[in-house]
Every structure is written in C-alpha cells, then in structure tokens.
C-alpha cells in the first residue's frame, strides 16, 4: 500500500519542507484511492517544496511538473538535482490562473492541499484545470474542509484562526458544498468523493514539526477546530 512507503520519507516531515498537514500523507492516501499509470504525464498543481512531486515520480512511476507559484523553480531545481530525480521532475514556477501548458497535455492534474486556494467556483475549475486534462484524465484532489458546517461559537473561532480574512473563511467547504460547487457537466463527472482517513496523522505532523503556523494551529485544535474540520478527497475525470 502506498501508505506503507511513507517510512521511507519521514525526512522530510519537518518544518524545513512541511507547508501544513502532512501533504505526503494526504498524497498516499489519495493514490490508494486513485492508483496513477506508470508513465503518465502530471502536472502537480501547488506542489510547494517538491516533495509531492518526489513522492508521485519515485512511488507511481510518472513523470512530474512540479507547477507552484509560492516557491521558485530555481529552488525546487536544487531540490530535485539533489534527489537526482532530474529525468522524472519539471520544476515549473507559474500562477494557476496562468499555466504554461498545452491544453490536454497531462494523463493527471493531483493537487494536495492548494486547490481551494484558486478554484472558488465551477467556472474556475472549468477554466483552470480542466482544459488541461487528456480525455479521460482525471483530477486528484485533497483540500482542507469541513465536516459539518460552522456555528455559533465555533464560526467565531474559526474566523480568528484565520486572522479574519474571509477569503480564507470561505475558501472552507464540506464535502457536500464542493460536490455542488464543482457540479458535474457534459465535459467532466465527479467519480470519488470522500473525507481522508489520514486528517489527524496528517496534522499531527504538522504540528510535531515545529513549525511556528503548527504550534498556532495545534492551540486552536484544542479549541475544538478539530471537530469541525476533514480533508476532503475529490476525484474528478474528464469524459473521453
């Protein structure tokens, strides 16, 4: 299972690599669920320091663009010269709303813990990832949400979790508002949707690795926000 690889990358479960929950985690997760063919073309949208894009070229034998516009090609460059993973990885620095690629050119497009923060409705989705898609091809997505919608006191410590930006308040959903977010069209059907079985691992992580962001969320964790909120798992195919 891919989950039993984890060990061999528990290196990176530190603050110098970890961006939030542990993505390599919510990844594992996501390719049980979604195995990838071996030499497949995938983009890795928001993929943050490599290690994403590291564990998909070495674990499900595809060849990456590790596509991110928080970290520079250039570092993520250094990164994979190091692996020595060059031949399998592309580092790519670009904007979601802005991508480099051909339409059609990718078997895949994963994204772990970043889709929320540029898909906001159907015609985002629809503009920003889907056309990049083969026929066929699929979306495998991981996003931070909700188990059941916020209230009352909770809503209020949520707000001050994220510094009250409402952007960030809204971006999350439960399963059920993506699924009406997302919808379903001519072009696209919704073919997984689920809660990870990994979320407390994946924070737990996060937070053992230090991280300053970690310590802050593990406090309001408990505040009771871990009652509140999933990782959500979207698997979404572009009709042949």
Not at 88 to 117: C, K, N, R
Not at 190 to 218: N, P, T
Request: charged residues 30%.
């Amino acid at each position: 299972m891919m989950k039993d690889r984890l060990i061999d990358y528990r290196q990176f479960f530190t603050k110098e690599y970890l961006m939030g929950p542990n993505s390599l985690r919510l990844l594992a997760e996501m390719l049980e669920k979604c195995p990838l063919k071996k030499g497949s073309r995938v983009m890795d949208l928001g993929c943050g320091m490599g290690i994403t894009s590291l564990f998909l070229a070495k674990e499900a034998g595809v060849i990456v663009f590790a596509t991110d516009l928080w970290i520079s090609a250039t570092d993520n460059a250094r990164r994979i010269r190091e692996w020595k993973m060059e031949d399998q990885i592309v580092p790519i620095h670009a904007d979601a709303h802005d991508l480099p690629y051909a339409e059609e050119y990718f078997d895949a497009v994963v994204s772990i813990d970043a889709f929320h923060y540029f898909v906001t409705s159907k015609e985002d989705f629809e503009k920003m990832v889907l056309p990049y898609l083969k026929k066929g091809g699929a979306a495998v997505i991981a996003i931070p949400g909700l188990k059941k919608e916020l209230d009352g006191e909770a809503a209020k410590t949520f707000m001050e979790w994220v510094g009250g930006d409402q952007k960030d308040y809204d971006s999350f959903k439960t399963r059920k508002a993506w699924l009406e977010l997302i919808g379903e069209s001519e072009e696209y059907e919704i073919v997984q949707s689920f809660e990870l079985g990994c979320f407390f691992e994946a924070w737990e992580d996060w937070f053992a690795s230090g991280h300053e962001y970690g310590i802050k969320d593990k406090e309001f964790f408990a505040r009771g926000m871990d009652e509140y909120l999933a990782f959500i798992g979207l698997v979404i195919q572009r009709k042949q």
